[in-house]
């Protein structure tokens, strides 16, 4: 299944990543992508809030690949794939041992991984219309996203402006 939206402002991002941290459970795997300065930063920040994690802690991991953040509802990792490069192995990174259905793990930049994970996790392509606004495309090919998805859209229908559309695949 797929959603769409557009994001007017980064209010419209963070209301995305509080609906995203509502429809969360222990296990998931979101992919970020997209244009730089799309928004994945931000995103990860409104959902690491949602679970109850304080924002200050939450910053792009620029010199750590990998950020833990271990107070919130569920344990989120972090994870930004920019200085790798393409062809970012997730054995190599150490990333495998956070896949043990306990943690929510959200990966920056997951168009470089070389394994690219897709059949369980929530694919999140942001991209660039201008300084204003941003476009989101959520895919979740896994049966398991349909239902969580569904609610996720009842979430963002609160904020009309977003101009939600439904594509259901
Ligand atoms: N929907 C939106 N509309 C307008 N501006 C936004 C929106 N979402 C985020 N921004 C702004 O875009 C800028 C870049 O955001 P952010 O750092 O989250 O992007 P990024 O995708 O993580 O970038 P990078 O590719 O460098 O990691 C920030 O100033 C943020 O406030
Ligand atoms: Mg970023």
């Known amino acids: 299944m797929r959603l769409r939206y557009t994001l007017k402002g980064i209010e419209a991002t963070n209301a995305l990543g509080n609906c995203l941290s509502m429809v969360l459970e222990p296990g998931n795997l979101f992919l970020l992508s997209g244009d730089l300065g799309a928004g994945k930063t931000s995103l990860t920040k409104a959902t690491a809030s949602g679970l109850g994690i304080e924002e200050k802690e939450v910053t792009s ?5 990998i950020h833990e953040h271990l107070n919130g509802r569920l344990p ?18 150490g990333l495998e041992d956070y896949f043990d259905g306990k943690n929510v793990v959200i990966i920056e930049w997951a168009e470089y991984l070389k394994d690219p994970l897709v059949k369980k996790a929530l694919k999140i392509d942001l991209s660039f219309i201008n300084e204003q606004s941003r476009e989101v495309c959520l895919t979740g090919k896994a049966k398991i996203w349909r239902e969580r998805l569904l609610l996720l859209d009842d979430c963002m229908k609160a904020f009309v402006d977003f101009r939600p559309v439904v594509t259901h695949k």
Not at 61 to 65: C, G
């Open 76 to 93: 989120l990792i972090h994870v930004d794939l920019y200085r790798l490069g393409p062809h970012a192995d997730i054995t190599e990174i």
């Open 61 to 65: 991991p620029s010199f750590t690949i």
